[in-house]
């Protein structure tokens, strides 16, 4: 069993940066693939960034390439999402996922993932 906790939403300004952070419960963290992915109102939640279990391969949204990082810190049981260059369209609550535990690679389907967090809210204004 893991819980999520995501944190560091708010608001920021277009080009502006932001860090998401997303704690994880749990003494086998580095056993999960971590993923990240965000709902905007009225639109369907969809991928931003995977990464594996490893953090071998990470995998991004054609949409954030470039602009988007993740990493994860095992020892911190932490997955980050730093989030640069960000426009408004970026503006979603974002939600941290968790898949396995297992040697699993990233993915980009919600439904691959067995734990989630709460979500934080990012709005990022023009």
């Known amino acids: 069993q893991v819980q999520l906790v995501e944190s560091g939403g708010g608001l920021a300004q277009a080009g502006g940066s932001l860090r998401l952070s997303c704690a994880a419960s749990g003494r086998t963290f580095s056993s999960y693939a971590l993923g990240w992915f965000r709902q905007a109102p009225g639109k369907e939640r969809e991928f931003v960034t995977a990464?594996?279990?490893?953090?071998?391969?990470?995998y991004y949204a054609d949409s954030v390439k470039g602009r988007f990082t993740i990493s994860r810190d095992n020892a911190k049981n932490t997955v980050y999402l730093q989030m640069n260059s960000l426009k408004p369209e970026d503006t979603a609550v974002y939600y941290c996922?968790?898949?396995?535990?297992?040697?699993?690679?990233?993915?980009?389907?919600?439904?691959?993932?067995?734990?989630w967090g709460q979500g934080t809210q990012v709005t990022v204004s023009s």
């Open positions: 996922a968790a898949r396995g535990p297992g040697d699993y690679g990233g993915s980009s389907y919600s439904y691959d993932y067995d734990y």
């Open positions: 990464i594996s279990w490893s953090g071998g391969s990470v």
